[in-house]
């Protein structure tokens, strides 16, 4: 007997990402996924880097300043995304770093950054965070602010791209993709980052960009 060939988490991942797309008739190569290596060793996305990944994200600077160059000086190719809370201290280390930040979310990092980007001449792309289930504790953009905090980059030169959220845990996420979808519709935003291990599939299908996905490739943390 013919025994299948178990595939890979990132072909499960991959594959996924496919079958989302089609149901939503649209091209999976339009669907970016950064693989979310926060607290993952280096050999682990080494391993990655070998099966053809190529994008990947962290959620803290510290952590990635003590991982990511010695990778980097191997894998020039290899782009890097910020999905983690950014203070204003950290930003001229996030711009040196990063390819990508998804997480301005308030007026003052906007500022650093434009600080960080002058300074170290290099712009870097970035999500606006919303706090699309206006959670106390969560990080991000009051839907209310997003106009504001958008027109603040825009006068400092900060390069917005599209929104990113992290919806409430333990519900239905549908909702708050559809959401964050129609306020980038209504603020002239194409990217959308949503969606990770469990519940990608809902956000390729309302339109998600890019998907971050960390436990479903790299194992539970
Ligand atoms: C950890 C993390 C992810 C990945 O979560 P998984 O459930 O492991 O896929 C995505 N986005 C952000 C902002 C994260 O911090």
């Known amino acids: 007997m013919e025994q299948a060939v178990p595939s890979s988490p990132l072909e499960q991942v991959r594959s996924r990402i496919a079958s989302a797309a089609k149901i939503a008739g649209r091209k999976a190569a339009d669907v970016t996924l950064i693989a979310i290596s926060k607290t993952k060793p280096a050999?682990?996305?080494?391993?990655?880097?070998?099966?053809?990944?190529?994008?990947?994200?962290?959620?803290?600077?510290?952590?990635?300043?003590d991982k990511w160059p010695a990778i980097l000086a191997d894998h020039p190719e290899v782009e890097l995304h910020l999905v983690g809370q950014l203070q204003s201290n950290k930003?001229?280390?996030?711009?040196?770093?990063?390819?990508?930040?998804?997480?301005?979310?308030r007026t003052s990092v906007v500022d650093a950054l434009a600080k960080a980007q002058d300074k170290l001449d290099k712009r870097v792309p970035c999500f606006v965070q919303v706090n699309i289930g206006a959670e106390e504790q969560k990080g991000g953009?009051?839907?209310?602010?997003?106009?504001?905090?958008?027109?603040?980059?825009?006068?400092?030169?900060?390069?917005?791209?599209?929104?990113?959220?992290?919806?409430?845990?333990?519900?239905?996420?549908?909702?708050?993709f559809a959401l964050l979808d129609k306020l980038a519709d209504d603020n002239g935003l194409a990217a959308l980052s949503m969606g990770?291990?469990?519940?990608?599939?809902?956000?390729?299908?309302?339109?998600?960009?890019?998907?971050?996905?960390?436990s479903a490739l790299f194992g539970s943390r």
């Open 43 to 65: 050999d682990a996305i080494r391993d990655l880097i070998a099966q053809g990944q190529r994008v990947f994200g962290e959620n803290r600077v510290q952590e990635s300043q």
């Open 91 to 105: 930003a001229e280390d996030a711009v040196a770093l990063f390819d990508c930040i998804h997480s301005l979310d």
């Open 141 to 176: 953009c009051p839907v209310a602010e997003l106009p504001a905090l958008l027109e603040r980059a825009r006068a400092k030169g900060v390069e917005v791209i599209g929104l990113m959220c992290v919806p409430p845990a333990q519900i239905e996420a549908a909702p708050f």
């Open 196 to 214: 990770m291990s469990d519940d990608l599939e809902t956000a390729v299908q309302l339109g998600a960009t890019h998907v971050r996905v960390g």
